[in-house]
C-alpha cells in the first residue's frame, strides 16, 4: 500500500471514490503513525441533524487540499506522518449510548496500535467517545476546545446525559479529561442561564470568549493555550461552530459573530509544539452548505492539525 | 376559540404563524373532536435524517389547502370536524425509546379527551407510540399502511428493536395491531432479504405490492381494503415514499417506481366508510423537497384523510 | 436582421445573452408575424413571489429548444411564422394597476403592428392586460385556459378587484372575453367555498375538471374545445399549475394530483385549427425550480403553441 | 399566559410552531411592554421579492437564541421586558398603499396599549407605516437607520411615491421623522446619481458611509450616534443589507463590501441609553438564504435590539 | 476479499466511504464476473455539464438499493456474479479525445480480464470508448440505445467529431456497432433538422420514439428488442434523459415528456435472455439534482441490468 | 444606439434580457471605447466545472449596480466610456485549444476596433487568449493577477499544456507577458509541491501571498504594484477565488482563508492611474452560488475595473 495520496496533477480530483486527501483507503495498521475516521453520529444533535452524512462530505472537499504545507517550512505532511482513512466508525441511529460505545471501540483499535486518530464527527458528543479511547493510553487529557459554546451543560431533554451539550462534563467527571490543563475557546452568544459559561469555570477549564480572543490577540491566545496545556498529552476538538456562520453555514448550532477563516487557519498555524494524541473537526452539517465551503473549511482545518502533528515528528 | 380556519381570500396565506390550514391553534380541548399533532422524531431514521423538521414543512404547505373537499361531496371538512392544531409533541433526541414514550402520552391525552388524532411524523417509529396510545381506547387496531417498505424487520444496528423499518412487528408482538384485519399497500424494489416480504404474511397481513396494486385497480383494491378492514377500527399509516420520488423527493428511504400525486389522491378519495380512530402521514424530510412539493403533497394527503372522517361525522 | 434563430450545432447554446429559443431581439416589428414578449409581474400573486424572473428563466432553457417540430409533420417553425424576442413590457412593482396598464400597452404595440403575441407571464393578472389589448382588434375572445383554478372569483385582499385569482371574471364583465365560447380545463384540489367551480358555470364558462379530463380522454376533450371556440379568435392561456407539482415544481400556487409532462404536451399536440390571436404561458416561479423543469416545460408549453400557430400560416 | 419563553433544554428547539424566541404567542395585550410583530410586505420591493417569507423565516431561526444577554451585564431579557409574538400584520399584495395602511394600523393597535413594537419586515417601505403609527403617539422621531442605501428617493416606477426605496424622504415630508436628530449608517456601493447620498444630507438626515464608519471606529459612531439623537424618542430600523452579502446573502438589493457579523453585532451592543420607542429588521429575504445564515443573522439583531430596550427598563 | 456488499441492516447506510451498493472496493480483478467502473468525463456536453461528479452521485445513493431483486425470482444478484467497484477511469478535462482513450483503456483492461463491464458515465461520449473496448473482444455489438436523442449527427462546434452528440454515428463507422441489430428507443421532443431522427434510420439502426413506444406497449417493444437483437452480444446504453424531466433532473439535456420511473423500471423489468457483454447509464448530472433522485433512479437502472445479466449465470 | 444603460429607476431590473449592467447589446463596435465580454469555456476546470454559465450569471447580479462610482470622485463611468456588451465568444466543448483559438480572434476583433476588453471567464485557461489578442497590440504586457493560486505549472493530466493551471507559464513562454513588470497577489494554501509559488519567481514574476498583503497593508502593496508595473499597457486578471469563499462561494477552486468583499474592494479602489489595455473576472462558477452573492462580488469586481479605467479618460 502506497502511503503518499493520488497526484492530482495526473488524475483529476473528481476521479475515483473519495478518501480523505486523497489518501490510501487503509486495509492495514501496520506501519501508519496516524488515522483519519468518520465519527457520523447525529444522536446528540438538539437542533439541526444530518451530521452523519459529515466525513464523506468532508472527504469530497478535502480532494482540494494539497500535502506541502507553507505555513510550517514546506514539510509535506505526509512523508513525516503516514496516514491513512480508516472509513467510518459503525453507529447505532436513535441510541446514543450505543453510538459512542461503538466509537470509542473504533477509536481504541487505533490507539491500541499506536496511531494518532484524526476524527471527523458526527455531532460534538462524539468527542467523549475519542476522549474515552485516547485517554485509556495516555490519561487524563489536556484539551483545546475551539467552540461557540461550553458544551458542559449537565443534562438535556428528560433529564438525559448525553448530548452534543454535555461531553466536557461528563469527560471531567468520568477522569479523562484534565480540566486544570484544558481550555475553552471561542464562546459567544446568548445564553440558556447565567452559568453557562461560568459552569465551565467551575469545573475548571479555563475559558476565552470570542470577544477576549480578539482583545488578547491570537499571539497572547498561543501562549496561553501553551501555557495552560504545558506539555502534556493534548486533544484538541474543533466545533466547526467556533467559526462565523459566513464561512461554516453547514453546521448544527450556528452563532453569528464568529471569527472568519483567515483569522481561524491564522490562529491555528501559530500553535506549536503541542504533543497531540488525538483531534477532531465536529458539527459539520452538509444539508446546510449548499456550496460546500464548510466542508472545505472542515476539511482544511483537520489538514492544519495534521501539520501541527506531523511538524513533531522528524 | 373559532373553530374554522383563518380566511385566504381575506388574508394573505403568508400572513401569520403557520398552522395546519390555518385552523386554530388549541388551547383546550374541550369541543374538539379531532387534533393535528406533529411527531417531530427521526431517530429511528436509517438513513437520511431531518424528518423532526416534517411537522412544521407540513404545516407551511398546508396553508395552501382549502376547506371544502370536491371529491367527497363538496363538504366543508371543518364545519363537520371540530379540529384545532395541537402543536407538536416534545421527543428526546439521541433516545428513541424516550421519544416514543413521550409522543404515546401527547396522543393518549388527544385519545383520552376522545379526539381522533391526525399525526405528522417523524420517522416511521413514531406510529408505533400512536398505536400504542390509540389501541388503549380502542383495542387491537385493524392497520391500513402505504408505503414501499413493510417495516415488519424484527432488529436493527446493534439488535436493536427500535427504528423507523420495526414498528409493525412490534406493534404485532404487542397486540396493539391485529394483522388479520390489516393490509399493507406498496411494496416494491429490492430487498435485504426474499424474507422482507412474505415476513409481513407470516405476522398474519394482507400484503399488496406496487405492481399487484397496478394491476387489480383501484377499485378491486378499495374492496379489498373494506373487506380486510370489515368495519373495524382503523389507523391509517402513510409513508410518503409510498410515492415516487418525483413526486416525493423528501422522504427519508426513497424508491423509484411509485404511482404520481394523481394516482395516489385518486385512491384515497375512493376509501369510504373507514372507522377511522387515528392515521398519520410520516417520513416526509424536508431537507430534500427545495421546492416544498412533497410538503405540500403530505399536507393534501392529510387533509384527504380528515375529508375521511368528516364524511363519517355528521 | 435574420429571422432565423441561432444555430446551436455551430455554437453552443450557453454562448450569448439568451433570447427565447436563441431568436433574434426584435429592433423593429416590421416583417414580424408575431412576438415573445415577457410580463414580468408578480404584483397579484397571494401567495409564492417572484414570477418576476420567469421570463428570463423561460429564456435560459428555451435555448434547448429547436426550430423542427415533429409532431406537426415536421415544419421549420420559424420560417412558417417570423418571430422575434422583443424583450419584456415593464412594470410597476407594488401597483398592479399600473403594471396592468403598461403591460396592455406593450402588448396592443404588437397587436397594433400585426403580430401575435406569446406571452411569458408572470403571475395570472397578466393575462387580463394581454386581453384587454388583443380583444381591442380582435373583439370579444373565445378563452381556452389550461389551469388547475379557475381564476373567476370576484374580490381578494381588502376587497380588491385585481390579484391572479380574478382576471377572467374581471375579463368577462369587461366584454373582452365571450364566456359561451371559452373553456377552462384542468381545475382540482380543495376549495374556497363550494362555489369556486361553479361560479365560472354561473359566469358562461364551460368547465372540464382534471377528474373529468382523463375520464373523458384526450381525443373526446380536444373535440370539445373546438366545438366550443367554434372558429373564433381564441386566445390560449396555460398557468403551469396545470401540470402537476412533480413536473413543474416551480409555480405560485401548487395543486397536487394533475397530468404529467407527457401528457400535457400529448394534448396541446393534439390541438388543431384554432384561429390563435394570443397566447401566454404564466406563474412560472422560478424560485422553486431548482432543475430548471419548469421552465423547461414552460418553455416547451409555448414552443408547442407556436407550433400550433405556424401550422395554419402557409 | 407566561410570559417566559419555552426551555430549549426541556424541549428541543425543532418542537412546535416556531414563535420568536418560542415566546408566547399573544392573545391578549395586557401586560405587556413590548411585542414582535411580522410585517410581511414585498409589494416595495424593486428587485428581488420574497420579503413576505421573512417573518416566518426569521422565526425559525430565532429560536437558536437564548434569554440571557451576556453582552449587557447577562440580564434576562424576559424578565425585564415582558414581550409575546402578536403575529404578523395583514396586507394586501399589489396594493403597497392598502398594504401600508393595514401595517399601520396594526402598529398603533400595539402602541396604543402602551407596547414598544418589535416588527421584522417585509421590505423596507414598512418602515414608514411604522414610523406613522409610532409617531402618533411620540412625536417626530429620531431614526437611526443602518443600511446600505439611503432610502430617500423621491420616486419610482411611473413616478410613484411609496417603494422600499422612498420610505424616510415620504416621513420627512410628513413631518414623522425628525431629520435634525436622525443618522444614516453604512451608505456604500455605486450610485444612480452622483445626489443619492447628498439627497439625504440635503433633506437634514446626518449621513456616514461604510468606508467613514470604519475610518472613525465604533467608539466614536457610537457617540456621534448619541449625540444625534440627543435622548430623544428613537427608532431603529435595520435594513440586513447593512451587512455584508457574504454574511447576510437573503436580502432584497445584496451590496457587497458591508461589514460583517462580528462586527455587525459589536457596533449594536455598544449601544446604551437610547430610548428606543420602536425598531425593526427589515429586507430579510429567505429565498436567496439557502442555510439560513441571514434568518439567523435577523434574529441575532432584532434580539439585540430588545436587549438595548430591555436594559433600560428596571 | 469478500464479494458480498456490507450489510445494511448491521452497519448504517451513511457510514464509510460509499462504493457502488456497497460492493467491496476491488484490489484485484481476479475471481469476478463483473464490475463497476466510474466514467467521470463531460468534456462532450454541448449544454449543461458536470457529470464528473456522476459517479460518485450515483455510488452515494446506491446504498439505498438491495441485493435480492424480487423481479426476478428473488435472485441474490451478487451470489449469481461476482462484482466490485473498480472506481473511476482516469479523463483529461479539456481534451475529449484523450478522455476516452483513457476510458478505453481502463474499460478494455477489465474486458480483457473476462469482467463484463456497468459503466456510470459521464456524458454520452463515453459510450464510444466503452463500446470500443468490448467491441475488441466480442465483435460488432449490438446496441440498445435508451435516449431521447438519437446521438447520430456527424458534427458538432467547429466541425469537430467527437462529443455526446456524435457517438453513435462514430461507432456505426468504426464497425464496432451492428446498426441491423440495434435499435433506439425514446427518441423525442423538437428538432434540429427534420433528418434528426432518420438519420439513424439512414445508418441501419431501428428506432422507436416515446409516442411510438407507448402506442405498441411494453410486451410487443420487449419483443422487437428481442428480435432485433436477435442473440448477438449486446450492448445497452441508458441515458437517463430517456425519462421525465420529472423523475430525472439531473441530467446533461433534459427533455420534457418522457415516461416515468415506474413505467422505465417496468420496461427494464421485462428485458430476458439479453447477452449482455456491457452497458451503461450516463448523461446523470448531479449539479441539477437537489433531491438525489435522478441519482437514485440512475442507480436503480444500473441494478436492474445488473439483475438481468445475473439472471443469465447459474 | 444610446450609449447609456438601462435607468433603473424608472424600469424595474428584473424587466428585460440582461445585459452587463443594463448597457446597450452592441450592434456594431464603431464609437466604442470598450466592450464587455463573455468567454464561456471551462474546458480548463480540472476540479469543479460549470463556469461556461458564468458570463450570464454575472449579467444577472450585475443590474444591482449604477454608473455613478463614488470612490473615484462621483464620475459618471458609462459618459466617460463609451462601453457596449457585445455579447460572448464561441467556444468548442472538450477541445480547449479550439476553444482558446475562437476567444482569442473574438478579442482580437476589439482591440483591433481600438477597444478595450473587459472579460468575464470561463476558467483561468481564457486570459492566455486574451493576453494574445491584446499583445498583438501593445506588446508584452504588465500582468497583475489576483488569484489564490499562480496557475504557473508546466503541464497537467497527461502532459498536456492548456488547462487553468497553466496559462501563465504559456503567455511568459510566448512572450506576451513581461514577468519582470508582472505581479501576482493573493497565493494561499497548501501546496502540491514546495515549488509551487517559487515556480513563479522563477519565471520572473513578483508574487505577494495572502498573508504577505496584510503584513505590508494595502497602500504598501499598490505603490508595489505601481512601481512593478512601471506605467507599461497593463492587463489586469481577477481570479474570484482570490477571495474568501465566504464572500465567493461559486468558484471552481475555492481556498480557504482569503480577504473578505470589504478589503477586496478597497484594494482594488486604490489601484491608480494603471494604463489598462484590458482585464477580465474569472473562474466564477455559478453552480455554487445559490444566492448570487460570488455573481454580485464578480459584477462589482468588474465594474470598479471599468472605473479605475475610465478615471484615466476625459
Known amino acids: ?26 486495509t492495514t495498521l501496520e506501519g501508519l503513525d496516524a488515522a483519519v475516521i468518520g465519527l457520523p453520529s447525529d444522536a446528540g444533535a438538539p437542533f439541526r441533524t444530518g ?12 480532494i482540494m487540499l494539497r500535502p506541502i504545507n507553507p505555513y510550517r517550512g514546506n514539510i509535506n505532511v505526509f512523508e513525516r506522518m503516514r496516514i491513512a482513512d480508516v472509513g467510518d466508525a459503525s453507529v447505532v441511529p436513535g441510541y446514543i449510548e450505543d453510538s459512542l460505545a461503538r466509537i470509542e471501540q473504533s477509536v481504541s483499535t487505533l490507539v491500541e496500535a499506536g496511531l494518532t486518530p484524526f476524527g471527523i464527527g458526527g455531532d460534538h458528543s462524539v468527542t467523549l467517545a475519542e476522549l474515552r479511547a485516547v485517554s485509556r493510553k495516555h490519561g487524563p487529557l489536556a484539551l483545546i ?29 468520568e477522569g479523562i479529561i484534565d480540566p486544570a ?24 477549564f479555563d475559558v476565552v470568549t470570542t470577544d477576549q480572543m480578539f482583545e488578547m490577540g491570537f499571539p497572547a491566545l498561543v501562549e496561553r493555550i501553551a501555557a495552560r496545556v504545558a506539555g502534556r498529552p493534548a486533544f484538541i476538538t474543533f466545533d466547526l461552530d467556533f467559526v462565523d456562520p459566513a464561512a461554516a453555514p453547514g453546521v448544527q448550532t450556528p452563532e453569528a459573530g464568529g471569527p472568519d477563516a483567515r483569522q481561524t487557519l491564522d490562529l491555528l498555524r501559530r500553535l506549536k509544539g503541542i504533543d497531540l494524541v488525538g483531534c477532531d473537526v465536529v458539527e459539520l452539517n452538509p444539508m446546510y452548505d449548499p456550496a460546500q465551503i464548510s466542508a472545505l473549511l472542515a476539511a482544511t482545518v483537520l489538514a492544519e492539525l495534521m501539520a501541527l502533528k506531523a511538524e513533531t515528528l522528524s
Open 1 to 26: 500500500m502506497s502511503v503518499l495520496p493520488i497526484d492530482s496533477l495526473e488524475t483529476p480530483r473528481f476521479c475515483g471514490v473519495p478518501t480523505f486527501m486523497r489518501l490510501p483507503q487503509a
Open 51 to 62: 451530521a452523519r452524512f459529515a466525513p464523506n462530505a468532508a472527504r469530497a472537499m478535502s
Open 145 to 173: 476546545q475551539f467552540d461557540s459554546h461550553t458544551d458542559t451543560w449537565d443534562k438535556y431533554f428528560a433529564g438525559r446525559r448525553y448530548s452534543a451539550g454535555t461531553p466536557f462534563r461528563r469527560g471531567t467527571e
Open 181 to 204: 490543563h484544558s481550555i475553552q475557546i471561542g464562546m459567544r452568544g446568548s445564553l440558556f442561564q447565567p452559568t453557562d459559561v461560568s459552569q465551565s469555570l467551575d469545573l475548571g
